[in-house]
Each structure stands twice: as C-alpha cells, then as structure tokens.
C-alpha cells in the first residue's frame, strides 16, 4: 500500500526516498482522483440503463453529418436486434439479357440511361441497366456490341457513377460512350469535396435512403462496382446500383444547384472525363533499356556511397532505419540536436541534416536523394510498363479538394526537374519515333490569379509588360532599389514570399524558408504588404469570408468548404485561415488548367497531336515532329486565351524528344 511504502522509506534507495518524500501530497491526492467511487447514490435503478429501442433514422443521419460511414456497420451490427438495414432495400431484379432482346432493354429503360459497371478484380464485366426501380438488365461483355448503337448515340443521355474506367473498358471493346450526362461520383465530389467517400453505396444511402449492398458484407467492392459472381444476389445488388445512379441524377443535381457549382460540374469537371480517359489509354513511352541502366548505374554509385557512410561512422548500420541513424548521428558522432520530432527526438529530415557540418551529411543526403529515384522511379516504374511500351497512369478528379488533379500508379507529377540527378528520369520518358514533346507551362499562374483576385496595381503593373520578371520587380518595391541593382539573394527572398503567401506562410515560415531571424523576416513581409497594401486587404477578406459563410469560392465557382474555422482548437483554426488563403488561387489555377485541357484536346483533333499529361500547370502534348511549330502554336493559343484575366496569362513552351530535354 501507499501507506506501507512510507511507512519504510528508508529501505528505498536515495534517489527514490528523495522523490517519495517530496511528492507525499501529490501521490496521495492522485490516488484519490483515480480511485472509483463506488457509494454515490443514483436515481435510477439498473434495470432503466438497458438498451431499449433507438431512433435509428436520427443516428444514421448523425453519423452522416459527421461522416462516420465505416462505423455505422459497426454500430448497427451490435444492436440487439441484430443488423439493421440502412436504409430501403430495393426489390430490384436483375437478369441476363441475349443479344436479341437488347434493343427492347434499352428502349425501355429509364432516361437518363442508368448505369452501373460489374468487375471482376481488374477484368470488365459488362453493364446493368436500370429499366424501373423493379427491373435491371445486365448485358455481358460479349453482347456489348448489340447495344453499340445507343452508347455511342450522344442523343441518348447516360448516367454512370465514376464514369472514366467505364469509358476506358468499353473503349477496349471498340466502343466509345457518347453522351455522359452525369456522373454521380463527380457530381458529389463538387457538392462537398473534402467528403472522404464518393462510394455508390455510401451515396445511395445518403442521398436516397437505399441500401446497395447489405452492411454486413465481409468486404468493400471498389467504388462504383460490383465484385461479379453469377448469382441473384451479386447481379440484384449491381440492379439496385443503377437504380441508385438515376435516383442519384435528380437528388445530386439540387445539391449543385444549391451549392452554385452546376456550371463548374457542366462546363469543367463532365466534359473532363473523356479527356483523362483518352489520356490514361495513350499513357507515354518509357525507354525500358535506359531505366535499367540508370537502375544499375544508381545502386553502384549508393554501394559507393553506403561503403563512405559507414566508413566515417566507423561501424556498418542500415541507412534507411531513422532509429539506427539517430544513433549514429547524434550519440556517436555527437553532432547537435538542432531540432526534435513530435515525439520529442532528434530528427534526422533532409532540411535539418543539411544545416550540419560533418563529412558524413554530404554522403547522406546525396545517399538519400539517388535511393528515392532508384526505389521510386527506376524500380517502381519498371513494373509498370505496358507490353505497349508505355506507362498508363490514372488521373483522378476527386482526390485534392482544392480542384486539383493527381495521378497514381505510378504518381507522374512529382517527376524531379530541379536536379541534374532528378533530369536522369525526365530522359527515360521518350516520344515516338518521328514525334516531340511539346511541354507547355503556365508561367506563374497563381501570382497571375492573385494578381487579377486582389486588384493591386502594384502586382497588376508587375505583370503588365507580359515579360517582366515578377520577382525581380517585387524585389525591387520590398528593398527599394531599381530593377537593375537587383541581386539574386533579393529575388530569391521575394521568389518566398510571393509564393508563401499563397500557402499562408507568416514570419516564422519565412524566416525558417530563407534561414533568416524571424525579426528579419517580419520586416520583408511588413516592406511587402506595404508596396502591396490591395493584396493584404483581399487575404484579409477572403479569411473574413470564409468565416462568415463557411467556405472560399474560385473564379470559376468551386466551393471549398473549411469547418477548421470553427473549431474550439486555435491550431486548427489557423490551419483552416491557411487553406482559406490557398483555396481561392490554387483552385482558380486548377480550373485553369482544367479549361485548357478541354480547349487543347479541341484544337489537337485536327492534328496529329495527342495529349498525355498534366503535370500541375503543365501539358504534355505528343505531335508528329513536321507538325511542331503548327501545333506549338495551336496549343500557346490554346492555353492563353481560355481565361480573360486582369493579367495576360503566358505560356513557356519548350520541345524535345525526351522530357529531359523540355527543361533545357
């Protein structure tokens, strides 16, 4: 007991007696508040806390609002009544149908046409058509062709629920789908885009109160499919999904109209989709001989390099283990500690080792930066290769709330370009035989978008010639001197700020970006804001408006949505100031980018060009090297006339058959 141990201090060890002595109170007042009181007289008998009946509608609505969708079959599956539907289950029959009675299917079936994808893993499974909310029609792959006629008819209005891979299927099966009204994954993901769920089923149920597939399954289908086995069950849930889709058509299309961004979804986001979806299926060319070369070339060089390590460390250790590194770092080496992790050790991150003196950080960093390339793009784009010779990679609409695109398996936009090392995979990726690379690049198009959104004639007269270097002029305004007596150390200082502002930077940032003092720091933004008082005044608006309405909206409509503003947390307030200065310029610049993309996909029908990727705000288009000046020009124009902004938009285009050599 307590009691025994104090009543013996003295057979404790000094160190130990010295602390119990001086903590007597505190360990008796912990005791208490830790102890369970278990005396306290209540006014409510046991049997009164059993679980009784609940008011499930009301619960699944909470647990919707708060986008609780994975713990809702956790809860209903511990009811005492055992597992409750979550909403209406349809008494949708779904059948086979031949080859002859496909015409009839789809003469009957309900306007838009309701679609929902079978799959089976990876392999197409063919579709379901809802005809009423009793009846579904599953037409095979192997029939596909009878309804050829009506998919490619763009008089005839489709409605699919993440509609790209459909598209890319049937065109496999020589098919090209005409006419895509809608897509509800797309239409929710412009209603709310920081959702963590554009799921058919999850829809469904939120919008419609219908159950897909029951919540008690063993796993989750892959969103918008079916996982197909021939069975009623598996072909009545892919029925009630098409169901679904035309239920969703109605419910989702309010929501945009509520949200105002029906005409971000019709004009931007819809008619996007056959555009990644050509782009996914060209992919681009890799040179599979040159990145295994480069492959072996990197190991030996990290053999090399691992074999120095290890040398100034005086013992072999795993380079790739942060743990053994630390130890290595500061408990052997004894190097200084010059910032801590979280979870408060020593960190050991690329930004703070490169502030070390030591022989061994030169070796590590350089060590560090090859493995990346060997690990994640030689090794991991290898694999990847087609038996066409090219990588397709998936772009995805609905992954960063801000608008933007990604893409993955494998990501191609965080290809490296600033380092000659990093240029070695730019060159693996090669054009065709008698092709180019055409990489058109927006210049500074969020400093543009900032430009036009805040109205500040000191940043409108940055950008007015069309040519001025808007850094060297901000350099210029923040330290005061002509243009011409502008050093590079000045325009690398106001190259952060202007782009920190974006991201919400303040004085401490900077002041860590530029490794300056924080005083210093504060100075440069206080000189800049001054020169630029219309910028200050337009973040402060937006950060005032968002508070007020609850989210930021981009030239073009797209809402973002920041309940961080109201948070009890100041850190995750201020956070949420931060993507509210972000969101406006960012997803402007995101449809941007996204309108050019529809108007060069246009253009580059005539030609023999092709589109294949975009890189932020870039493009990447692929053109027959006797058309280069034709299309280069198609493609400038393209790209600069498709947003009529305070600013000129500018475009810097560079060519060559390899990306490598696009950045010369």
Request: glycine content about 6%.
């Amino acid at each position: 007991s307590l009691e025994g141990i104090y009543e013996h201090l003295e057979d404790q060890t000094p160190k130990l007696r010295e602390n119990l002595a001086a903590s007597h109170g505190q360990v008796f007042l912990n005791r208490r508040l830790m102890r369970l009181v278990d005396d306290v007289d209540l006014d409510v008998e046991p049997d009164a806390l059993s679980w009784t009946d609940w008011d499930e509608p009301a619960a699944k609505a909470t647990f919707d609002t708060l986008e609780f969708h994975t713990l809702w079959p956790d809860l209903v599956a511990v009811h005492p009544g055992g597992v409750a539907p979550v909403g209406e289950i349809l008494e949708t029959e779904t059948r086979p149908v031949g080859e002859a009675d496909i015409d009839d299917v789809l003469a009957r079936a309900r306007r838009p046409l309701s679609l929902s994808a079978l799959w089976e893993g990876d392999r197409f499974d063919g579709l379901v058509v809802a005809i009423d909310d009793d009846e579904a029609a599953w037409i095979r792959p192997t029939d596909l062709s009878a309804a050829r006629a009506v998919l490619e008819d763009p008089s005839v209005p489709k409605a699919v629920h993440d509609a790209k891979p459909v598209i890319r299927a049937l065109a496999d099966a020589g098919i090209e789908l005409a006419g895509l009204s809608f897509d509800t994954a797309l239409a929710a993901y412009v209603v709310n885009p920081a959702s963590r769920s554009y799921a058919l089923e999850d829809l469904a149920d939120q919008y419609c109160g219908i159950e897909i597939v029951s919540v008690d399954r063993d796993s989750e289908p892959a969103q918008g499919a079916f996982d197909f086995s021939e069975t009623n069950e598996s072909l009545d849930a892919a029925g009630r999904g098409a169901v679904a889709v035309g239920k969703l058509v109605d419910r989702l299309t309010e929501e945009l109209d509520e949200c105002a961004g029906r005409e971000l979804f019709e004009r931007i986001e819809l008619p996007l989709i056959p555009v990644l979806a050509a782009m996914e299926a060209e992919g681009i060319g890799v040179d599979r001989d040159y990145l295994t070369g480069l492959g072996d070339q990197l190991r030996q060089e990290l053999g090399e390099l691992e074999a120095a390590i290890h040398a100034i460390a005086q013992e072999p250790f795993n380079i790739n283990s942060t743990n053994q590194l630390r130890v290595v770092l500061y408990d052997q080496l004894g190097l200084p500690v010059l910032k801590k992790t979280a979870k408060g050790v020593p960190s050991t991150d690329a930004s703070v080792l490169a502030k070390l003196d030591h022989p061994i950080i030169e070796h590590l960093l350089r060590y560090r930066e090859l493995e990346k390339l060997r690990s994640t793009y030689v090794d991991g784009f290898l694999p990847l290769i087609a038996s066409d010779g090219r990588i397709h990679t998936t772009f995805n609409q609905i992954a960063a709330s801000t608008g933007r695109l990604s893409s993955d398996h494998p990501n191609l936009q965080n290809i490296p370009i600033r380092s000659e090392t990093g240029r070695t995979i730019r060159r693996a990726f090669v054009a065709r035989p008698g092709h180019m690379f055409i990489v058109a690049d927006y210049s500074q198009i969020e400093l543009r978008i900032l430009a036009h959104l805040s109205r500040d004639p000191g940043l409108l007269a940055a950008f007015g010639s069309g040519e001025a270097d808007v850094h060297a002029v901000t350099a210029a305004s923040v330290f005061e001197v002509p243009i011409d007596d502008v050093t590079q150390e000045m325009r690398r200082r106001a190259k952060a700020i202007n782009f920190g502002l974006l991201y919400g930077m303040e004085a401490f940032g900077l002041a860590d970006r530029l490794e300056i003092s924080r005083d210093e720091a504060r100075e440069h933004m206080d000189a800049y804001f001054a020169r630029f008082p219309d910028v200050k005044a337009f973040m402060e608006s937006i950060v005032a408006g968002a508070k007020q309405f609850g989210y930021t909206e981009t030239l073009f409509g797209r809402r973002r949505y920041l309940p961080e503003l109201r948070s009890d947390n100041w850190r995750v307030r201020q956070m949420g100031e931060r993507m509210a200065l972000n969101a406006p310029v960012q997803g402007s610049a995101a449809d941007v980018i996204k309108l050019a993309m529809l108007e060069v996909d246009d253009r580059l029908r005539a030609t023999g060009a092709v589109q294949l990727l975009q890189i932020h705000d870039e493009l990447v288009i692929e053109c027959p090297e006797t058309e280069l000046a034709d299309v280069t020009a198609v493609v400038v124009a393209a790209m600069e006339g498709v947003a009529d902004l305070a600013v000129p938009l500018k475009v810097d285009v560079d060519s060559g058959p390899t990306l490598a050599d696009t950045k010369g």
